[in-house]
């Protein structure tokens, strides 16, 4: 399983990004897809995920209402969608996969996923 994210850039305070994660090495009907950013000094926090068989999506506090997590099941691309972008929001971003469960809870835990992206970095300027 590969996980190749992009999309990471810097960008003002209150503007846009959209990071994209492509998928490949096996079908991903039945995982589901995360989000994760680690800033300096910090650990690493859970941003979204969201189921590839239902669309089920999942936020952490600190994002809803801001960011947008989906996928393109053709594309084999999960996407992060990121509006009114603060400079709290600079870290690097990880996609990460894992077989669904039918706990939700555990995709909010960066323990649960087994395949991991390089990352992308965001950094947001004030």
């Known amino acids: 399983v590969q996980l190749v994210e992009s999309g990471g850039g810097l960008v003002q305070a209150g503007g846009s990004l959209r990071l994209s994660c492509a998928a490949s090495g096996r079908a991903f009907s039945s995982f589901a897809m995360g989000w994760f950013r680690q800033a300096p000094g910090k650990e690493r926090e859970f941003v979204a995920a969201?189921?590839?068989?239902?669309?089920?999506?999942y936020y952490a506090d600190s994002v809803k209402g801001r960011f947008t997590i989906s996928r393109a099941n053709a594309k084999n691309t999960v996407y992060l969608q990121m509006n009114s972008l603060k400079p709290e929001d600079t870290a690097v971003y990880y996609c990460?996969?894992?077989?669904?469960?039918?706990?939700?809870?555990?995709?909010?835990?960066?323990?649960?996923?087994?395949?991991w992206g390089q990352g992308t970095r965001v950094t947001v300027s004030s």
């Open positions: 990460a996969a894992v077989r669904e469960s039918s706990y939700s809870g555990d995709y909010y835990y960066g323990t649960t996923y087994d395949y």
């Open positions: 969201i189921r590839w068989s239902n669309g089920l999506t």
